[in-house]
């Protein structure tokens, strides 16, 4: 996935995030809350930061079947119900944080 959001530079996004002021701060430790609140803080990042709807609805299938709307909303202040059905059914279509299949007319 990060390559997606990255082509060709995901090793370097990667250690990006590991090394973000997010990480930094607060280190992984048992409170589940605050590791929730830093993996959900860097999957708004890379929705964000996604050039296009494909990529934005990839991202967004990883967490949309586990997280309501008013809770993503925290995190993705513009995120329509319409957008979050669609990474729902992409979730059942594709797969979790799967590439859309290249489909042949």
Same mark, same amino acid.
């Given at each position: 996935?990060?390559?997606?959001?990255?082509?060709?530079?995901?090793?370097?996004?990667? #250690? %990006?995030?590991?090394? *973000?002021? *997010?990480? $930094?701060?607060?280190?992984?430790? @048992? @409170?589940?809350?605050?590791? @929730? =609140?830093?993996?959900?803080?860097?999957?708004?990042?890379?929705?964000?930061?996604?050039?296009?709807?494909?990529?934005?609805? #990839?991202?967004? %299938?990883?967490?949309?079947?586990?997280?309501?709307?008013?809770?993503?909303?925290?995190?993705?202040?513009?995120?329509?119900?319409?957008?979050? *059905?669609?990474? /729902?059914?992409?979730?059942?279509? =594709? $797969? /979790? $944080?799967?590439?859309?299949?290249?489909?042949?007319?």
């Amino acid at each position: 996935m990060l390559d997606e959001v990255a082509p060709n530079q995901s090793d370097q996004l990667w #250690q %990006s995030l590991v090394t *973000s002021k *997010s990480f $930094g701060q607060h280190p992984f430790n @048992d @409170d589940e809350e605050r590791e @929730d =609140e830093v993996l959900m803080q860097a999957l708004a990042e890379c929705y964000r930061n996604a050039n296009n709807w494909q990529t934005r609805r #990839q991202i967004l %299938s990883i967490m949309a079947d586990k997280v309501s709307h008013k809770a993503l909303h925290k995190w993705i202040p513009n995120l329509t119900r319409y957008r979050l *059905s669609e990474a /729902r059914k992409h979730i059942l279509v =594709e $797969g /979790r $944080g799967v590439a859309p299949s290249l489909q042949s007319s």
